[in-house]
């Protein structure tokens, strides 16, 4: 599905012409012009899934910003703004094929992080509660409590609850459960799954970060579904080859100057782990998981344990 078909940032030229008509004040930042422009990046057409992909400083973080910001995207946490982060957005000019639906968001490592941490402070705040209870039950359960007015109901009934029930069922009642336990990678990956919705248009910058490799390759495979059988159109920043790989993909090089667009199997970072892997190749083909430096004494200290045995 196609929302978006082209979005243009503002040139060279069009940032000059901007900056000569603005009054002269001290500015710690004129963020974000003269990032994109830097690398004469000026115009992205896009396709179902379209990447960005780029080193530190290529400005892929900033075009996805600037895109939802433009597009008034929903987003769930705060990124870096400047005084003229508007004056650019204003700048910037877009297609679209088909209006872009209301779920539509813009999805960031902040977002995932910030959710990992809340759901953190929540289980933290949960177990306190837990200990308070095991006390109040002992107290509630021994105490010498008389019921004298309506104010007395709410301790009325808690005590009456602890001398009818056993420790556990006493905290299990008057406690909420904890969120389940997951691993960082398993609360990313919910993350995405419970944020992305059929029929809508996902900006996601670096949704790599916190997942394992085998989780990146699950989401690959959602977002590749999302694209294919639930109407979703795709814009992501990412560094990640197991993303890169994504079928159909249109892949734009950040780090080329002029910004081009590259097969994934091009792209630096990719051939990086490729080159590697074959160096190593013999590793993984002679079956033996272990990895011994030579000249560690280890394959000798074997040998003598087997002579001693």
Known sequence: MLYLTQFSFPDGEREFDFFLGQKRTCHDSFYPFQILSRHHLTQLSFEPVTILYGGNGSGKTTAVNVIAQTLHLCRDTRFNQSPFFNDYTALCEYELRQPVPPNSRIITSDDVFDYMLNLRALNEGIDLRREELFQEYLDDKYSDFKYRTLEDYEQLKRVNLSRSKTQSKYVRRRLMDNPREQSNGESAFFYFTSKIEENGLYLLDEPENSLSPQRQQELLGFLED???FFGCQFIIATHSPFLLSMRGARV?????DPVRIRRWTQLPAVRAYYDFFRRHASAFEDGD????????GIEQNQSELVRRE
Do not use: A, C, G, W
């Open 252 to 256: 734009y090089d950040l780090d080329e």
């Open 289 to 296: 998981d272990r990895i011994i430096p030579p000249d560690s």
């Open 226 to 228: 999302s694209v294919r």
